[in-house]
């Protein structure tokens, strides 16, 4: 399959450019060329499949003619050796947990699946590949961790100094090896910027092989689509329509969904969950998209002021606005909501969410509220294990959650991380000094 640039749709590429590559020459994001449709038979028998059956199904589509189907199988069973089970709350609403990967956090399904993806487009390369990877929590810690020690790879990762949790911090800076960390003076939008503008610099690409590992990259994204195929899957014919609250920051995640959803996958509404930073909501509401500053707040992985996969679906609904709020609704809460919703969660089903997870939940109770959903089958997505926000989820239950011996591990770790502002040329600097 051909994928194009969302700056120009005659610009298109090879599966294996674009994973390279992670942004188009031109700034923009790459797509599919279409969106394959999973074969009937495979729809019918959803409900018998395992992750790694729906994992390889939805996966051939797009990597056909590029990945023997016994190396996509090897790649899938090394990269999902963990699960993604739907837990139910009470009768038709249910909790699809994406913390159970090494560094627990929904980010291990697509950085374990594209560092194997990456290492077999590699095998061959001379030179080494570059990834830049910019972080507001757990897609550094994930990407680390799944590229740590992969032949022919190195790793930077940005994230935005003081913005992320103690724990989140810690597993990015503590990994070593190919992995190196840059704490930079600024938010999360500062460092996908310096991200994307390496991506355009002549100098760097001369120099420098250079990928990412961020949902920019389509290798990162596609992933994520199996788990909501998985989620249907585990519903097991319950009766009623589906909809899916997914806590959104740069929008990966929520346009992976529209993805499994243009595939077959019966999902019928998606919630676009934001917090105060809350962009899209506004698009979803006038039709005008306007970035800008971002708000630091509990669910920081939603700290996002300007967020890329905008336009990954906006091509997925062909610029037609109206069409895509036919699909997802959108809404936003403050950290003082999250709170409560925390406290609430634990007290009405003894279950312990983490600040994204709860911002989920409560857009998905306000919108099947307002839209009269009752009878439908409700998911929200848990992106992360509670326990990597443990301060602020103890404070809310006012009880200490158990500690979880991956966590304690990294906390123990001495931080190593290279400081650094927002200027690009100071960026740029490092990555030629570094590869020298």
């Given at each position: 399959?051909?994928?194009?640039?969302?700056?120009?749709?005659?610009?298109?590429?090879?599966?294996?450019?674009?994973?390279?590559?992670?942004?188009?020459?031109?700034?923009?994001?790459?797509?599919?060329?279409?969106?394959?449709?999973?074969?009937?038979?495979?729809?019918?028998?959803?409900?018998?499949?395992?992750?790694?059956?729906?994992?390889?199904?939805?996966?051939?589509?797009?990597?056909?003619?590029?990945?023997?189907?016994?190396?996509?199988?090897?790649?899938?069973?090394?990269?999902?050796?963990?699960?993604?089970?739907?837990h139910r709350l009470q009768d038709d609403l249910f909790v699809l947990e994406l913390f159970h990967g090494p560094t627990?956090?929904?980010?291990?399904?697509?950085?374990?699946?594209?560092?194997?993806?990456?290492?077999?487009?590699?095998?061959?390369?001379?030179?080494?590949?570059?990834?830049?990877?910019?972080?507001?929590?757990?897609?550094?810690?994930?990407?680390?961790?799944?590229?740590?020690?992969?032949?022919?790879?190195?790793?930077?990762?940005?994230?935005?100094?003081?913005?992320?949790?103690?724990?989140?911090?810690?597993?990015?800076?503590?990994?070593?090896?190919?992995?190196?960390?840059?704490?930079?003076?600024?938010?999360?939008?500062?460092?996908?910027?310096?991200?994307?503008?390496?991506?355009?610099?002549?100098?760097?690409?001369?120099?420098?092989?250079?990928?990412?590992?961020?949902?920019?990259?389509?290798?990162?994204?596609?992933?994520?689509?199996?788990?909501?195929?998985?989620?249907?899957?585990?519903?097991?014919?319950?009766?009623?329509?589906?909809?899916?609250?997914?806590?959104?920051?740069?929008?990966?995640?929520?346009?992976?969904?529209?993805?499994?959803?243009?595939?077959?996958?019966?999902?019928?509404?998606?919630?676009?969950?934001?917090?105060?930073?809350?962009?899209?909501?506004?698009?979803?509401?006038?039709?005008?998209?306007?970035?800008?500053?971002?708000?630091?707040?509990?669910?920081?992985?939603?700290?996002?002021?300007?967020?890329?996969?905008?336009?990954?679906?906006?091509?997925?609904?062909?610029?037609?606005?109206?069409?895509?709020?036919?699909?997802?609704?959108?809404?936003?809460?403050?950290?003082?909501?999250?709170?409560?919703?925390?406290?609430?969660?634990?007290?009405?089903?003894?279950?312990?969410?983490?600040?994204?997870?709860?911002?989920?939940?409560?857009?998905?109770?306000?919108?099947?509220?307002?839209?009269?959903?009752?009878?439908?089958?409700?998911?929200?997505?848990?992106?992360?294990?509670?326990?990597?926000?443990?301060?602020?989820?103890?404070?809310?239950?006012?009880?200490?959650?158990?500690?979880?011996?991956?966590?304690?591990?990294?906390?123990?770790?001495?931080?190593?991380?290279?400081?650094?502002?927002?200027?690009?040329?100071?960026?740029?600097?490092?990555?030629?000094?570094?590869?020298?």
């Open positions: 399959m051909e994928f194009y640039s969302t700056n120009n749709k005659a610009l298109r590429v090879s599966l294996k450019e674009a994973v390279q590559s992670g942004l188009a020459k031109d700034g923009g994001l790459f797509m599919p060329v279409e969106i394959p449709r999973l074969p009937s038979p495979v729809l019918n028998a959803l409900h018998t499949l395992s992750f790694k059956e729906i994992a390889f199904e939805m996966a051939r589509l797009f990597t056909d003619k590029e990945v023997p189907e016994h190396i996509l199988q090897s790649v899938i069973e090394d990269a999902f050796n963990f699960d993604a089970p739907l627990l956090a929904f980010k291990d399904f697509g950085a374990r699946f594209m560092a194997r993806l990456m290492a077999y487009f590699s095998r061959h390369e001379d030179k080494e590949i570059t990834i830049l990877v910019a972080t507001s929590g757990d897609t550094g810690s994930a990407v680390a961790s799944g590229f740590f020690e992969q032949p022919g790879i190195r790793v930077v990762l940005l994230y935005p100094s003081g913005m992320v949790s103690e724990i989140q911090e810690k597993q990015l800076t503590t990994i070593g090896g190919n992995v190196t960390a840059l704490e930079v003076l600024g938010d999360f939008d500062d460092c996908q910027r310096l991200v994307k503008q390496a991506f355009t610099d002549p100098e760097l690409r001369r120099n420098l092989t250079l990928s990412s590992a961020n949902s920019i990259n389509i290798a990162r994204l596609l992933p994520q689509s199996f788990y909501y195929a998985y989620a249907v899957r585990q519903l097991s014919g319950k009766a009623g329509p589906v909809v899916v609250s997914v806590p959104s920051g740069n929008l990966g995640n929520l346009t992976a969904g529209v993805f499994a959803q243009k595939m077959g996958i019966p999902i019928q509404k998606f919630v676009s969950a934001m917090n105060v930073n809350d962009v899209y909501l506004h698009y979803l509401q006038e039709g005008r998209f306007n970035p800008r500053e971002v708000t630091a707040t509990l669910s920081n992985a939603m700290d996002v002021g300007n967020p890329s996969n905008f336009f990954r679906l906006a091509e997925l609904f062909r610029g037609d606005w109206q069409a895509m709020r036919q699909v997802i609704h959108g809404q936003s809460f403050t950290d003082d909501d999250t709170r409560k919703a925390i406290q609430l969660i634990y007290e009405k089903f003894d279950y312990l969410m983490d600040p994204h997870g709860a911002v989920g939940y409560l857009a998905l109770m306000k919108t099947v509220e307002e839209q009269r959903l009752r009878g439908w089958q409700k998911i929200t997505l848990e992106t992360a294990h509670p326990a990597k926000f443990k301060s602020v989820v103890e404070a809310c239950i006012r009880k200490e959650i158990p500690p979880v011996q991956r966590l304690q591990n990294a906390l123990e770790g001495k931080k190593q991380a290279v400081k650094m502002s927002g200027n690009f040329e100071m960026f740029k600097e490092f990555l030629l000094e570094f590869s020298d």
